[in-house]
Nanobody, 127 residues
Framework: QVQLVESGGGLVQAGGSLRLSCDVSGRTFNNYAMGWFRQAPGKEREIVAAISRSGGVTLYADSVKGRFTISRDNAKNTVYLQMNSLKPEDTAVYYC????????????????????WGQGTQVTVSS
């Protein structure tokens, strides 16, 4: 098991930017594929972005393509989500997730595939 701690959430105006960080401890970080999910009130948890162990393969939800960037620093045991051009509909609790993966370039797209979760960080975008 690994421990995940998110930070960087907050209140921002539409069009603004935030960078979320997820610090990972407890196991070898680069054995884990990582993902960012979000959950708005009354809605299901949805994938925002995912990144492979290598960092070289990424995917994004259609709603955030071109605005959000996921990255990881395997030396710092941290995964990031840079969020630009934020919209009110991006308002949600954002969760970092990790799963041990045998594939260096494998991505996990579904919440059910991840077995380690952070506590979440609130992102609120005002109009």
């Amino acid at each position: 098991q690994v421990q995940l701690v998110e930070s960087g959430g907050g209140l921002v105006q539409a069009g603004g930017s935030l960078r979320l960080s997820c610090d990972v401890s407890g196991r070898t970080f680069n054995n884990y594929a990582m993902g960012w999910f979000r959950q708005a009130p009354g809605k299901e948890r949805e994938i925002v972005a995912a990144i492979s162990r290598s960092g070289g393969v990424t995917l994004y939800a259609d709603s955030v393509k071109g605005r959000f960037t996921i990255s990881r620093d395997n030396a710092k045991n941290t995964v990031y989500l840079q969020m630009n051009s934020l919209k009110p509909e991006d308002t949600a609790v954002y969760y970092c997730a990790a799963v041990q993966s045998t594939g260096w370039f494998t991505l996990m797209k579904r919440a059910s595939e991840y077995d380690n979760w952070g506590q979440g960080t609130q992102v609120t975008v005002s109009s």
